[in-house]
Every structure is written in C-alpha cells, then in structure tokens.
C-alpha cells in the first residue's frame, strides 16, 4: 500500500526497487522453508499464487486511497500506515530481538 500512496515519482522508484529486492528474497525464503519441510506441490503453487497477488493488490489499495482526497480516505491512509508501523515494530521487537537475545549463540 505505501507504493500506492507515494506522491513523487522518485520515491515510488526507490521504494519500488525496495519492494522488489525484499519480495524476491522474501520469497525464495518462503519457497525454501516450504520444500525443505515436504509441502506438496499443490500447496506450495496455491501459497506461491497468493504471496505473488498480495503487493499488486496493496498497491491497488493504496492508489484508490490516494486517488481520493477525502476526510475517509485520509482517516484509511493514516491507519494503514500506522498498522504497517505497528507490524514492523512487533516484528522487530517481539520476534527478531526476542529470538536472537535468548539464544546461546549470542554468549550473554
């Protein structure tokens, strides 16, 4: 959604090329936990076909919500942006951090 409601066309490229460089490792990510863990193919092509529609289908969201310049539409914007902040924020915190500074392998 966030390359939706950019404004300035350089910042849509910058943030473009950073979607696609962290889709693609995202995916190879997914595709390789999925195979080593003995997913069917039928599956595997099923959560493949949704991982690859969900950015066009923000990025459509993200153009009707900029597209309009309504009081809702302003309310929608807002509260899909601090949502995504919300989500990297937990991510960060209560996962990555979490995982990695109660393991051994730190040496704390």
Do not use: W
């Not at 995982?99 to 051994?104: G, P, V």
Request: charged residues 10%.
């Amino acid at each position: 959604m966030a390359l939706g409601v950019q404004e300035e066309q350089k910042n849509t490229l910058y943030l473009l090329a950073a979607i696609l460089i962290h889709e693609t490792l995202a995916g190879f990510a997914l595709g390789s936990n999925m195979v080593r863990n003995g997913t069917s193919a039928c599956l595997l092509c099923f959560y493949s076909s949704v991982f690859s529609v969900m950015i066009p289908i923000g990025i459509v969201i993200g153009l009707a919500i900029n597209g309009n310049k309504s009081f809702p539409a302003e309310v929608a914007s807002a509260t899909t942006q601090a949502l995504a902040a919300g989500v990297f924020i937990f991510i960060t915190f209560l996962k990555y951090l979490d995982t990695n500074l109660t393991s051994n392998r730190i040496g704390c």
